[in-house]
């Protein structure tokens, strides 16, 4: 019997890699707006070289499949080439046949061929089964954020606008900056940050009017933005998908966030999820329901690379999830 062939998902297998994954990972999409949503993540000007989608086949019929991210991580600040993994799927009537894990070995050795030193992924399964196969979970921990109380009625005087493609090298330069004091961290390019708030502009636009809303501000100073946040508001409740701040105590991000909240009365008691590094504390926030993340970040080395954790941390946004 012939070896399954590994190959990237175009056409027929595309769509019935869609019609399979669907109706679990729709986010509220119908059958068509899931496709278009994901086709539309590919075709985006960092999607079209860093985003598909590979299938483990025996003639027409997917045996598995896997969407493949080409990414970069920062590990004690070096550059290192690392393959993403996401939505992992074997069909219900191929399951327990080893399909996934074939797919994930003959994935990992392609990648390997190409020079990557690391693979990643985020299981919302039980991580024992990726453990099996050599990933080793990374601490990232999600947060509960909520507003303290103000000494005075009214909005921070802080000006905020809406972010737009002109702020994209600044955010890339707050990234960068905040990024080098931890170990492990994603490299966040200009054309990826765009991908990123794309796909949540995105999702929204695919779904039901109303269903989900994305609001991307900026606060600059002499012309350069120097603070940003980006927040989803939705069936997943609120969520501060990414942020970032030149200030190192996140003064300006807690202080935007308050002017979001003083719109209206009912904002100020709003929580928002979201990944944030221990050492990030706005003093306009406070913390509650700390805890792992959801989305198990688990890490495996691939030829000399080590899936090893560095001891000043790890640095992950909750909007890079995939």
Known sequence: MSRPALVTATDDI???????????????????????????????????THLDRLALVEGDTVLASAKRYRLTLQVDGEDMPCLGIGAVFTPPDRRGQGHAASLIERMIEQAAGEGAGMALLFSEIDPAFYARLGFEPIPIGEATLALRPQSREGAPAVLMRGGDD???????????????RYGLSLARAPEYIRHAISKRRLLAAFGAPGLRHVEYFITEEGGNAVAYIVVTRGPEGHVLEEWGDRDPTGARVGAMLQVLAARTPTEAAVKLRTWLPPDFAPPQLERIDEKPAAEVGMLRGIGRGTPRVPASGVFYLKADAF
Do not use: C, F, P, V
């Open 166 to 180: 002109r702020d994209i090298d600044n955010i890339a330069s707050m990234h960068a900056a905040r990024a080098a």
């Open 14 to 48: 595309l769509s019935q890699i869609y019609d399979q994954t669907w109706a679990i990972w729709s986010d509220g999409l119908d059958r068509g707006s899931y496709e278009r949503y994901n086709r539309a993540q590919m075709a985006t000007t960092w999607g079209k």
